[in-house]
């Protein structure tokens, strides 16, 4: 299990009361994985069918070990 974390460079403390928001976030929900990723200007991600790029956004990766449903 684990996480990539494509997160706008002007997130952060900037735009939230302290650092590390959305790693934050991401292990709220799904607790201590593993999360790497990098800052970046622009994200792209679909709006209605088309896809555009977005500022201030973070795009987010999750991973986990698939399990067998007999098992």
Same mark, same amino acid.
């Given at each position: 299990?684990?996480?990539?974390?494509?997160?706008?460079?002007? *997130?952060?403390? *900037?735009?939230?009361?302290? +650092?590390?928001?959305?790693?934050?976030?991401?292990?709220?929900?799904?607790? +201590?994985? +593993?999360?790497a990723g990098f800052f970046a200007m622009g994200e792209i991600g679909p709006v209605g069918g088309q896809n555009f790029i977005h500022g201030f956004t973070a795009s987010v990766v999750l991973f986990e070990e698939k399990t067998d449903a007999g098992a």
């Amino acid at each position: 299990e684990g996480a990539l974390l494509f997160s706008c460079n002007g *997130r952060g403390s *900037r735009l939230f009361p302290g +650092p590390n928001h959305d790693v934050g976030l991401i292990r709220d929900v799904f607790g +201590p994985i +593993p999360v790497a990723g990098f800052f970046a200007m622009g994200e792209i991600g679909p709006v209605g069918g088309q896809n555009f790029i977005h500022g201030f956004t973070a795009s987010v990766v999750l991973f986990e070990e698939k399990t067998d449903a007999g098992a």
